[in-house]
Every structure is written in structure tokens, then in C-alpha cells.
């Protein structure tokens, strides 16, 4: 008898232990799949430094609203029988609250003119999950900076609300309209060339990043294919009404545009035509490239 009542308490004290392992590992919630149903945003597992979690989505700047999905979920052993409306609610704390967590690389909240979303949602009886829908207006997004659309589920028809789940941050990323991987060909010139550096290249591609809303980040090529140096900070500027591209190097105030040749831009192929030149005699430099649009990076 007396054996049998220590192992009762050695049982007692394990399932003990192992909840406590659990509640722990869930940040002090109970699994959702054998104890309480909770309503919440699924994203995987909750982050480990006590902050908040996100979702990503990177958008191309377009004149069409771009569509993002997150998911509203029930979890629990079972559906219900009745819908369930989830209100939501745009919390700035939750911003705040990922912010301070990530101090070397925040958010600027989204802007109200940038985006729409509905603020309840109704998971459909017998159902778990249900699809929230985002527009962004990424031309009101400024591709030099990084957003966050916080997101907090604020009421759930009298469910509980997941504590490790409830809220979330959306980061959202904007790239130019310009933006992509291109096809690189061309002829560059080197006064004085006995590297074999000058010449025609071609069968190149090279990705084009944002700098900023009419801008691409841009490194040019010698004819073996390596980067030309002393024009570092190279960027296309594309005037967005008549498709004129400018040059510039931050590192070079003699580059410019070469003066006899049109450099634009042709949105109906996606193609950049430039020319511009840097440097003086003995050691003067000049580039004509054409790329040409091939997909997003």
C-alpha cells in the first residue's frame, strides 16, 4: 500500500512537471488542440524573445491596389456549430510593443491612405479557418522605408483569444515599379585601355534594386564582366513622365549623361537605353548599356 502511494505521488508530480513544460513552452497557454479553443492569427510558432509576431510581403509599386491574405483560425479540438465574428482592431501598441524588440531594424506604421481591410470577420460554423483580405496602395509607399500593418484580434464571439497568436505584425516591403532582374549588353570605353577592359559585352543579366520611388541601384560592368570602379553610388533616374533617365554617382560628380544620346526608358518593353560618361583625358570612361526587364528579384 505504501508502495502504491508513492507512486501515485510520483505521477501526480510528473503529469505536474510535464504541464508546466508545456505552459511554458506555449508562454503559459495551454496546448490548443487538447485544452481550450482559442481564436487566433496563425504564423507558426511564437517568437522566443516575448515580442510580437509578423508575416511578410514584399509589393511591387503599381498603379492597381495589390491583394495580400492572412488567415483568422479556430483551434480547438472540433468545430463549432455557430459562426464566430472576430472583430479586429489597427493597434498601434503592437507596433510599438515589435518595435522595441527590434531596435536596429523598426517598422514605420503603414499609412491610413495605403491600405484597406476589413475589421470583423466571421469564421462559418463547422469551419477553422477563414481568409482576411489586405489591399495596399503601394504608390502611396515610399520604397526607402520599411512598414508594419499592426494587426490585434480584439473580440471573438465570448472565444478566448490566443495569447501567443492574437496579434501580429504584417511587414511590408515596397519596391519601385522599375525594379527586377535585367539583361545587361553593351560597349564601354577606357582611354588608354592595355587591360583589355574595353569593348562589347553581352549574355549579362543584373539585378536592379529600389532607391527610392523612381530610382534603380545600378553597377557597371567592364567588357570581362567586372564591376567598373570610382563611380560607386551609381543609380538610373527615371523621370516618371517622360521616361528620361538621368545618371548619377554619389562617389563621381563627373559622371553624366553622355549629351548626344537619348537615355530613357521604354515602358511598353520594360527597357533602359542609357549612355553617360565619367573621368577626363588621359583617363576618360564612357558605358552605353540596354537592359532589359526579364522578372522580379
Known sequence: MKNKNIFSGLAA????????????????QPDFSTTTPVVEIPVGSPVGDGSVNSLTTSLIQQDAPSDY??????????????????????????????????????????????????????????????QVPVKFVSTALDPALSYGLPIKITDASGEVISKNFGAVVIK???????????????????????????GYFKGLSQDLSSNGAT???????WKTGAGAGGIDGLTINVNPTTNKVTMKSTANATLVNDPA???RYDPATKTFYISFKWGASPASRAATDTLTYVSAR
Do not use: W
Open 13 to 28: 508530480m510528473l503529469c505536474i512537471v510535464s504541464l508546466s513544460s508545456c505552459l511554458k513552452n506555449k508562454n503559459e
Open 261 to 263: 544620346y537619348d537615355s
Open 69 to 130: 491574405i492572412y488567415y483568422i483560425n479556430y483551434a480547438a479540438s472540433s468545430t463549432k456549430s455557430t459562426d464566430i465574428k472576430v472583430t479586429l482592431s489597427i493597434d498601434p501598441a503592437t507596433l510599438d510593443k515589435y518595435n522595441a524588440a527590434h531596435t536596429d531594424a523598426p517598422l514605420t506604421m503603414v499609412p491610413t491612405n495605403a491600405f484597406s481591410t476589413s475589421t470583423t470577420i466571421t469564421i462559418p460554423a463547422n469551419t477553422r479557418r477563414v
Open 215 to 221: 530610382a534603380l541601384n545600378f553597377s557597371q560592368v
Open 172 to 198: 511590408v516591403a515596397v519596391r519601385n515599379r522599375y525594379d527586377g532582374k535585367y539583361s545587361l549588353k553593351g560597349y564601354i570605353f577606357r582611354e588608354g585601355d592595355t587591360d583589355g577592359l574595353m
